[in-house]
């Protein structure tokens, strides 16, 4: 009988590699830099992105050689632009399995210490504030713009306003749609620090290094702790979202642009 040896951990190099076209990654002393894109320029939301996020955490979390993650993007937008000429198909992958594992992969298979900075407004900020410590420019913007676009807040951005500033607050911004600056974010407790953008990716390496002080078990099980409310939260409420937001949708059909949203943003 051969004897058996380890299934390979995903490899750094060819990670990188295979999420290239919508994700740069460095990596120095454990510390894994995140920065998304397209073609270098800011993020073009659009199905293959939807695709590539999840995948990419899991990847990441399946490398024991990551001990702290950052999680940037290209300015001037967070996520700011949607791709109207790669429309979504409404099949269960794309709406349900891609949707749901952009938040769990992030939640449940990233075992470590993970940090957002935010560069500048943008929508999908559920997944920034889903990371443990959260930074972001001052010209950031925080909204839910599926209600008045015609859809259910569902797919995870209204999850993370409940936990983070309450339900009444979180209704207040589904039903107006009004943008939540950062100063208000981080009054609100959203986020943890408003930083220059000239110094963010400094401010965030900086904080990653501090983290990378203590040993990996420590780091890990810390991390274990802080994301167990999200845990919580992603078990009891999250899938029931994004079905809600799937069946009005099949039944209304709204025009999901999002780019209405960023118009918003640059006229304010």
Not at 11 to 27: A, G, L, N, P, S
Not at 53 to 61: K, M, N, R, S, V
């Amino acid at each position: 009988m051969a004897a058996q040896k380890p299934v390979a951990r995903p490899k750094f190099e060819e990670y990188k590699e295979k999420y290239k076209d919508y994700i740069t990654m460095e990596r120095k002393n454990g510390i894994i830099v995140l920065r998304m894109h397209h073609d270098d320029g800011p993020v073009l939301w659009n199905e293959m992105m939807h695709c590539a996020l999840p995948q990419a955490f899991h990847d990441i979390g399946n490398d024991p050689e990551n001990h702290v993650m950052i999680l940037t993007s290209t300015d001037p937008y967070w996520i700011g632009v949607m791709d109207h000429d790669a429309d979504f198909v409404m099949d269960y992958n794309t709406y349900y399995v891609d949707a749901t594992k952009l938040l769990e992969n992030l939640i449940f298979d990233v075992d470590i210490p993970t940090i957002a900075a935010v560069n500048g407004p943008g929508f999908h900020t559920e997944i920034a504030l889903l990371c443990d410590m959260t930074l972001c420019t001052d010209d950031v913007v925080f909204q839910d713009g599926h209600f008045s676009l015609g859809f259910v807040p569902g797919d995870g951005q209204l999850v993370t306003l409940q936990e983070l500033i309450g339900a009444k607050r979180a209704a207040h911004m589904v039903y107006t749609g009004e943008n939540i600056d950062a100063k208000t974010a981080l009054e609100w407790g959203m986020i943890n620090e408003v930083v220059a953008k000239d110094k963010l990716m400094a401010r965030a390496l900086e904080l990653a290094e501090k983290i990378m002080k203590q040993t990996r078990a420590t780091r890990c099980m810390t991390h274990h702790l802080l994301t167990r409310d999200w845990k919580r939260r992603l078990i009891n409420d999250f899938q029931f979202h994004i079905t809600q937001e799937g069946f009005a949708s099949l039944i209304d059909r709204p025009q999901h642009d999002l780019n209405k949203l960023r118009e918003k943003w640059e006229e304010e």
